[in-house]
């Protein structure tokens, strides 16, 4: 069963959540549908999302399962209709699709002198970085997030509380090594968040993003743990990083994912990016 951090009454609304089918945005449609909500569950793969809404339904929540491509404005579109013919109009879009490509990621964090002039076998440098692996990047995580918004903010926009939730990253205040590409993508979500706070005020919309730090999920898990599950080097290096000394887990944001959501705890708040990194941001590494 979900457990709350804390109670809030969801109760009439309807959320969308997309990437649900995912480590962390299944977390946050199970969250939404604890409180009350009726929720969407939205993901490219049908399966996954059908999963975690009969997931929620097992638990008595409400939910349903819908396939689409969060980068296809017409698979958006019917989407919508088909969220609006099950649950009515919608209060709650949490942009949570996204990720990373490897063909955005450079293999070593510096780039050396010895890397011009000698090309080792399956090492990528920023010279090879492959163009159309960053646009998928930016695509995924920006397109990703712009398209939904443009398809669903029109039922926030015309009733009143209509709540925007977008998925940032502390890349985007802090670019990551090896992952330019998805840290410039991540900065632009959150650019973009500011700037749709603002656009969406006089319609009555909040718009507002959580910036994850670091999380285990079904992207990242070969980068952080070897196959006997023990932390990969670069695992251990962000470990030493984090003052709380463990990676977060889909618990770890529920209750800001709930403050954001509710008019009445946070109606005031809009256009900020909260960072949830144990702590991450603020160690200096001495």
Same mark, same amino acid.
């Given at each position: 069963m979900t457990k709350l951090p804390?109670?809030?009454?969801?109760a009439g609304k309807v959320? *969308? *959540? @997309?990437?649900?089918?995912?480590?962390?945005?299944?977390g946050f449609s199970k969250v939404l549908a604890a409180a009350g909500a009726k929720v969407a569950v939205l993901d490219l793969r049908e399966e996954a999302a059908t999963k975690i809404a009969d997931e929620i339904i097992a638990e008595g929540g409400t939910a349903a399962g819908f396939a689409c491509n969060v980068l296809e404005k017409d698979s958006m579109e019917a989407a919508r209709?088909?969220?609006n013919a099950k649950f009515g @109009?919608?209060?709650?879009?949490?942009?949570?699709?996204? !990720?990373?490509?490897?063909?955005?990621?450079?293999?070593?964090?510096?780039?050396?002198?010895?890397?011009?002039?000698?090309k080792a076998e399956g090492v990528a440098t920023f010279f090879d970085l492959d163009i159309?692996?960053?646009?998928? *990047?930016?695509?995924?995580?920006?397109?990703?997030?712009?398209?939904?918004?443009?398809?669903?903010?029109?039922?926030?926009?015309?009733k009143d509380g209509g709540v925007i939730l977008n998925i940032s990253s502390m890349n985007a205040f802090r670019p990551l090594t090896k992952i330019p590409a998805y840290s410039a993508?991540?900065?632009? *979500?959150?650019?973009?968040?500011?700037?749709?706070?603002?656009?969406?005020?006089?319609?009555?919309?909040?718009?507002?993003?959580?910036?994850?730090g670091f999380f285990i999920t079904d992207q990242n898990r070969g980068l952080l743990l070897n196959a006997d599950g023990s932390y990969t080097a670069r695992a251990d290096k962000i470990i030493a990083h984090t003052?709380?000394?463990?990676?977060?887990?889909?618990?770890?944001?529920? !209750? @800001?994912?709930?403050w954001l959501v509710d008019n009445g705890a946070s109606g005031f708040v809009n256009g900020v990016v909260v960072p949830v990194d144990g702590g991450f941001a603020a160690y200096s590494g001495v």
């Open positions: 804390f109670q809030i009454n969801l959320a *969308v *959540v @997309t990437g649900g089918g995912g480590v962390l945005c299944s209709e088909a969220v @109009t919608v209060d709650i879009l949490v942009n949570g699709a996204g !990720g990373n490509n490897p063909k955005g990621n450079t293999s070593k964090e510096y780039l050396f002198p010895e890397d011009l002039t000698q159309t692996g960053i646009r998928f *990047v930016f695509d995924l995580n920006f397109l990703g997030t712009l398209i939904p918004t443009q398809v669903f903010a029109r039922d926030l926009a015309e993508a991540k900065a632009a *979500v959150s650019n973009f968040t500011q700037w749709l706070a603002v656009h969406f005020a006089p319609v009555g919309i909040r718009v507002n993003a959580m910036a994850p003052p709380q000394n463990r990676f977060g887990t889909p618990e770890d944001l529920a !209750g @800001t994912l709930l």
